[in-house]
């Protein structure tokens, strides 16, 4: 079974990090793709970040593009969101799962991210 658990997330201020981390299961994970999610309170969920099966590819949505950097381990199984220059417009719950139109319906529960003074 497909199981993605996403963990990091917390309280910061404006200008501030995180690092985000989603440990994956259940799935040939080095052989895949794997992207970033978030979605605030009355927003539809939205692509963050997606990063290619060996990581030697990123791309970006151009609200974060330049803020956020999205790595990968693959022998630990584990996709990474490093965010710097945190904004208030950046609180969200935020997930991991393959980018679209891949997406897996087994989603985990995400990690709050809130960026307020």
Known sequence: QV????SGGGLVQPGG???LSCAASGFTFS???MAWYRQAPGKERELVAA???AGGS???ADSVKGRFTVSRDNVKKTVYLQMNSLKPEDTAVYYCNRPPPYEVGSWGQGTQVT???
């Not at 199981?3 to 996403?6: G, I, K, P, R, S």
């Open 51 to 53: 990063i290619t099966s």
């Open 3 to 6: 199981q993605l658990v996403e």
């Open 115 to 117: 960026v307020s003074s």
């Open 31 to 33: 052989s895949v793709a």
């Open 58 to 60: 990123t791309s970006y």
């Open 17 to 19: 990090s995180l690092r």
